[in-house]
């Protein structure tokens, strides 16, 4: 469930684990009065392999040039599109 960070007036700065769908909070649970739901920066944790270029490869791979072609998106080689 997502962290929301909230401003109080009176106490400050906290934060409340809420779901996605429930409504944003609009009074202080300590103090009542009103408060200003604040954007904070995400953090992103990535688990597992899978993530980086070598972490899929198996033993003996070896990388593909990126310039080799293979793509046909090279505009030196592509054809116009018909009705152009």
């Given at each position: 469930m997502p962290i929301y960070e909230y401003k109080c007036p009176k106490?400050?700065?906290f934060e409340v684990e809420q779901p996605i769908t429930a409504?944003?909070?609009e009074t202080c649970p300590k103090c009542g009065k009103p408060v200003k739901k604040l954007i904070s920066r995400s953090?992103?944790?990535f688990k597992g392999?899978?993530?980086y270029v070598t972490?899929?490869?198996k033993p003996g791979d070896k990388?593909?040039?990126s310039?080799?072609?293979d793509s046909g998106s090279d505009s030196k080689t592509s054809k116009?599109?018909?009705g152009a």
């Open positions: 106490c400050g700065h409504a944003a909070l953090t992103v944790i392999s899978g993530f972490d899929n490869r990388a593909k040039p310039g080799d072609g116009p599109a018909a």
